[in-house]
């Protein structure tokens, strides 16, 4: 993997550069982004806290801190105002049950806000794919990994959007559950920005032009 992005299939345009804090309106759709992750410094840096990592740049580009906890959840929120539409508002939130409990937390948010499940996207490590590829998808199994599969089961549904980020299979017999509990070794590290700002575009083009042209716009690997 080398320092230069791809080509991207997409421009990220002035629709994703203004935003801006207004009166909450009857009619402004809302959107739960949520990041999967375990709570605590000491897991700060693993590879299991890709969705927390995804979440503090998105709250950084859209000028937000995660101030407040709601549902067992800490939360950013944002309105949202892309050029030329209607404004939106985004919630992010990170939930602090540890992994394995994130469904209750998603379950809870969603309840809360009456969201349709297409206006969730929740973001996520993904063993199953290399490290720097980024997959959104409509819906699907758990994959093994422990928070998807717990929001799959608070939820009732195998139908919700996510966002994978991929971080690569462990090396020979290392069991994935130690492998994902592991920082990103140096030779990764210095990748994620571009990653992460990768991911952050790809969930931005989701809230305001629908799934299905994030998944053609970002959907692929970073090379």
Do not use: W
Not at 53 to 76: N, Q, Y
Not at 115 to 122: D, K
Not at 135 to 163: A, H, M
Not at 180 to 185: A, I, K, S, T, Y
Request: hydrophobic fraction near 40%.
């Amino acid at each position: 993997m080398n320092s230069n992005m791809k080509s991207k299939r997409c421009i990220y345009s002035q629709l994703f550069k203004i935003f801006m804090k207004q009166p909450v309106t009857a009619n402004e759709p809302v959107f739960l982004i949520i990041g999967l992750g375990n709570p605590g410094s000491e897991y700060r840096g693993n590879r299991h806290n890709t969705g927390f990592m995804l979440l503090s740049r998105l709250a950084e580009r859209l000028e937000s801190t995660f101030g407040r906890l709601e549902s067992k959840a800490l939360v950013a929120k944002v309105h949202y105002q892309p050029q030329g539409r209607e404004p939106l508002r985004l919630i992010l939130a990170k939930p602090q049950t540890y992994m394995n409990l994130s469904g209750q937390v998603v379950a809870s948010l969603v309840r809360f806000y009456k969201l349709p499940l297409e206006n969730l996207l929740v973001v996520h490590d993904d063993v199953d794919l290399p490290f720097g590829t980024l997959r959104l998808r409509p819906g699907g199994g758990s994959g093994g990994q422990k928070g998807v599969e717990s929001i799959i089961q608070f939820l009732g549904t195998q139908e919700f959007p996510r966002l994978r980020m991929g971080i690569g299979r462990p090396p020979g017999r290392m069991e994935a559950a130690a492998y994902v509990l592991q920082d990103f070794p140096e030779s990764e590290a210095s990748f994620l920005p571009a990653i992460l700002n990768q991911g952050a575009d790809a969930a931005l083009e989701f809230v305001v032009n629908g799934l299905e042209n994030a998944m053609n716009c970002y959907n692929g690997i970073l090379t």
